[in-house]
């Protein structure tokens, strides 16, 4: 007879990883056929055919050689041309990918209730925090309220206009920088839009050079690429993973993920502070954030939501040359 002494966390996680790969295969028997696309490694999938850099051109290569016209899956309801639509699958996750706007803006527009969601990945999203803003936000009531603070404060053409002079001011000032260095006219591209994102988001004036929001943006948004990389790390195809403790080996994951995560946390919070003190000042300009907390009296709940629906527009701009994400 086997006692729980002879039991170790060896055993344990192989029981896991049974169990994880039983329940893959039980909902793989059930799911509808997926899109064709390229062959794939047992375990792993397309981990070794996921492009590096500009996924769009390897993503249409494979539409023109694995796809065809089909009605495939949940998205039955449509008929795809040749090319419009195939398939990958990263470490038991499918990827469908669509090749044409049509289609797209058919699914993820006009049927948004059914197919618009964000992906769960447990390392960015849920041990770094990165769930907290608007890229990695599953619907529900939070991202509807994200919506409504968004449309309130830069979703018409009224609440827009207030910020057309800092359009105007960070224009002039790309000329110059134009006029000055044009062979870096894309670096100059980013960090005009940056800088009326900071000033609409924030109230913020960026600096010309080394700006602290500037830089904290981009090593955030630097992590943000890492920690949700395909394949990158193994919690995101075991979630529950997440609950093994710093100390435990082989944890190195829970490490990063808790400095990554200080990183997010003060991205957030320094500009959201920042906006704070020059409201008691006095001296706060117009920005998306102001407008919020002034508007009336905010408990913590909506004041969270404030400073991480800031953040997403925040993050999102492309500022200087760090990689960005898609928000």
């Known amino acids: 007879m086997v006692s729980l002494n002879d039991i170790n966390s060896i055993d344990v996680l192989c029981a896991f990883v049974g169990l994880f790969i039983l329940r893959k295969v039980a909902r793989r028997a059930q799911r509808a056929p997926l899109p064709p696309g390229p062959k794939g490694y047992p375990l792993i999938g397309n981990v070794l055919d996921m492009p590096s850099t500009q996924e769009w051109v390897t993503f249409t290569k494979w539409g023109e050689q694995y796809g065809e016209s089909c009605r495939c899956g949940d998205v039955h309801r449509t008929d795809f041309a040749v090319g419009e639509l195939a398939s990958i699958t990263v470490i038991g996750q499918p990827i469908i990918i669509l090749n044409s706007f049509k289609i797209a803006n058919e699914l993820l527009d006009k049927k948004s209730p059914i197919y618009s969601d964000r992906p769960v990945l447990h390392m960015g999203g849920n041990l770094v925090g990165w769930k907290n803003t608007l890229v990695l936000l ?17 979703g018409s053409r009224a609440s827009v206009s207030q910020y057309s002079h800092i359009e105007e001011l960070e224009t002039r000032k790309f000329l110059r920088r134009v006029l ?25 004036e960026v600096k ?3 700006d602290p929001f500037v830089e904290l943006a981009d090593k955030a948004t630097e992590q943000f690429s890492l920690s949700t990389a395909p394949g990158s790390f193994l919690v995101d195809v075991l979630p529950i993973l997440r609950h093994v403790p710093v100390w435990f080996p082989g944890a190195g994951f829970q490490r990063k993920a808790k400095e990554w995560a200080a ?15 020059e409201m008691v000042a006095g001296t706060a300009p117009a920005s998306f954030t102001s407008s919020l907390l002034d508007s009336k009296i905010v408990d913590a709940e909506e004041e969270f939501d404030i400073k991480w629906s800031s953040a997403s527009l925040y993050s999102g701009a492309p500022i200087s040359e760090a990689r960005t994400p898609l928000f």
């Open 138 to 154: 599953p619907y529900g009531d939070r991202f509807r309220r994200f919506r409504r603070m968004f449309h309130s404060a830069i």
């Open 180 to 204: 000055a260095k044009p062979t870096d006219l894309a670096t100059h591209v980013r960090h005009v839009s940056g800088a009326i994102i900071l000033r609409i988001s924030h109230g913020y």
């Open 208 to 210: 010309e050079t080394n």
């Open 263 to 277: 990183t997010l946390v003060e991205m957030v919070d320094r500009p959201h502070n920042y906006v704070k003190r």
